[in-house]
Nanobody, 130 residues
Framework: QVQLVESGGGLVQAGGSLRISCEVF????????MAWFRQHPGKEREFVAAISGRGTSTYTVSVKGRFTISRDNAKNTVYLQMTSLSPEDTAVYYC????????????????????????WGQGTQVTVAS
């Protein structure tokens, strides 16, 4: 089974930067679509960013230009570099991996949909102080 372990969350001042990481334990990491979602208590989990096995990235409008998703296939790790942080970015951030369906199926994947991801990390808290 695939396991995702997140790290790097914490407290940062508004306007600051933070990088969170997600290490993936399992096979075929380089072929998996990876994504970051975030969630406030009582709210729905929302899409933040995604990256394909080849490095093509997608972002939600609210973070585009501020956040950068990247991956190091040699280390089985995906990163989210966050800059110009604001209190609205405060949330639990979750790492997600697909089940190789995108790599093995001819059907296109909706990388922004949580339903496309089979494996999830435990979440890491990011708090931005105003």
């Amino acid at each position: 089974q695939v396991q995702l372990v997140e790290s790097g969350g914490g407290l940062v001042q508004a306007g600051g930067s933070l990088r969170i990481s997600c290490e993936v334990f399992g096979r075929s990491f380089s072929s998996r679509y990876m994504a970051w979602f975030r969630q406030h208590p009582g709210k729905e989990r929302e899409f933040v960013a995604a990256i394909s096995g080849r490095g093509t990235s997608t972002y939600t409008v609210s973070v585009k230009g501020r956040f950068t998703i990247s991956r190091d296939n040699a280390k089985n790790t995906v990163y989210l570099q966050m800059t110009s942080l604001s209190p609205e970015d405060t949330a639990v951030y979750y790492c997600a991996a697909d089940d190789l369906s995108a790599a093995t199926s001819a059907q296109a994947m909706d990388e922004e949909s949580a339903h496309e991801y089979a494996f999830w990390g435990q979440g890491t808290q990011v708090t931005v102080a105003s």
